[in-house]
């Protein structure tokens, strides 16, 4: 249920905004695997168009962090505050991905960036899926968290079921409250979200025990290394990370859900298709190009021309 209501959602919102999509990002600092948000939202600026000419692909916050300009290339090495096998397997990252552009000069590898790295969003919203609300788990802990660390600037608890008062008290004022319909698309705003503060120390709660809870406190330095890194990987893996159902009965339905046509419904094939069914038939997953559908539906690019420059004294290093 909530991976169809999920795939749902962002199918709604590639449609309906220019945001860039994501699922299942780690979204904590001092241990990321402590929360994972549903969807990430990234909000995009102006210069998207610049950061879409670069690369499809993800860019590595270390290869964005280094001492690497697009100005004069520069040694390697020194580009790094890191091991030297992290700052080699980064340098050559960030050269497959078309980041950086290598110059040789007595068989050393001298790097820069094509271009300057751009600050191509505004916000970040993340989403927590909730379609049923009688089954809420540690949703309350979870948006907790969320609202403690502010890594996002707005936080949004996203739901299929009708919201009640009591339901709105059992989370943090911050959290908006959306109910979507994912069988009409239909999206009622119940509460607005409030802004977080980004740009200030946030708590991350670790983990509770009966007498204390364990945190740590996480710089906005962290935060917004943190923030640059849900924003490249957003951009990098978009939302479309499933597969297709390998049965007679698995179908595309619009926007690239995968759909089974025998129960009528949106699958999780890694999870509900398979000799576990007792209507699975074995057969060739249905060709979906998901790629040209996400560049054709959001302002992520799938083979951009790359920016191709010289620099002027480059010919020293021949």
């Given at each position: 249920?909530e991976?169809?209501?999920?795939?749902?959602?962002?199918s709604?919102l590639?449609a309906t905004t220019?945001?860039?999509l994501?699922?299942?990002?780690?979204?904590?600092?001092?241990e990321p695997?402590?929360?994972?948000?549903?969807i990430?939202?990234?909000?995009p600026?102006?210069?998207?168009d610049?950061?879409t000419?670069?690369?499809?692909?993800?860019?590595?916050t270390a290869?964005?962090?280094s001492a690497v300009?697009?100005?004069?290339?520069v040694y390697?090495?020194?580009?790094f505050?890191c091991?030297p096998e992290?700052a080699?397997s980064v340098?050559?990252?960030a050269?497959?991905?078309?980041f950086?552009?290598v110059e040789?000069?007595?068989g050393?590898?001298?790097?820069?960036q094509?271009?300057?790295y751009?600050?191509?969003y505004?916000r970040?919203i993340?989403?927590e899926?909730?379609?049923?609300?009688s089954?809420p788990?540690?949703l309350?802990?979870?948006?907790?968290l969320?609202?403690?660390l502010?890594?996002?600037d707005e936080?949004v608890?996203?739901?299929?079921?009708?919201v009640?008062r009591?339901?709105l008290n059992?989370?943090?004022?911050e959290v908006?409250v959306?109910?979507?319909?994912?069988?009409?698309?239909?999206?009622t705003?119940?509460r607005e979200p409030?802004q977080l503060?980004t740009?200030?120390?946030?708590v991350?709660?670790?983990?509770?025990?009966?007498?204390?809870?364990?945190i740590a406190l996480i710089t906005a330095?962290?935060k917004?290394?943190?923030?640059?890194q849900?924003?490249e990987?957003?951009?990098?893996?978009?939302w479309?990370?499933?597969d297709?159902?390998?049965?007679?009965?698995?179908?595309?339905?619009?926007?690239?859900?995968?759909?089974?046509?025998h129960?009528?419904?949106?699958?999780d094939?890694?999870?509900d298709?398979?000799?576990?069914?007792?209507?699975?038939?074995?057969?060739?997953?249905?060709?979906?190009?998901t790629a040209?559908?996400?560049?054709?539906r959001?302002p992520?690019?799938?083979?951009p021309?790359?920016i191709?420059?010289?620099q002027?004294?480059l010919?020293?290093?021949?």
């Open positions: 249920m991976f169809g209501f999920e795939v749902s959602l962002c709604y590639e220019d945001w860039i994501a699922r299942q990002l780690g979204a904590a600092v001092a695997g402590n929360r994972i948000i549903d990430c939202c990234v909000i600026n102006q210069s998207i610049t950061r000419q670069i690369t499809a692909r993800s860019i590595p290869a964005i962090d300009g697009p100005g004069d290339a390697w090495r020194d580009a505050d091991h992290r080699r340098t050559d990252h050269i497959e991905i078309g950086f552009e040789r000069n007595g050393r590898r001298y790097i820069r094509v271009a300057r751009p600050q191509w505004d970040l993340g989403i899926n909730k379609p049923d609300l089954r788990g540690n309350e802990q979870q948006l907790r969320d609202v403690s502010g890594i996002f936080v608890l996203a739901t299929e079921s009708y009640t009591a339901h059992r989370i943090p004022d908006g959306w109910r979507f319909d994912p069988q009409n698309g239909d999206r705003v119940i409030q503060p740009t200030e120390t946030g991350e709660l670790l983990e509770n025990h009966s007498l204390k809870t364990d330095e962290q917004q290394r943190k923030r640059t849900l924003a990987r957003s951009y990098g893996k978009g479309r990370t499933y297709f159902p390998a049965c007679v009965h698995g179908a595309a339905e619009d926007g690239a859900l995968p759909y089974c046509t129960y009528g419904c949106l699958v094939a890694s999870t298709c398979g000799v576990g069914c007792p209507e699975f038939a074995s057969a060739d997953p249905p060709a979906v190009d040209a559908i996400r560049d054709d959001s992520w690019v799938h083979q021309d790359g191709v420059r010289t002027s004294g010919d020293r290093f021949f």
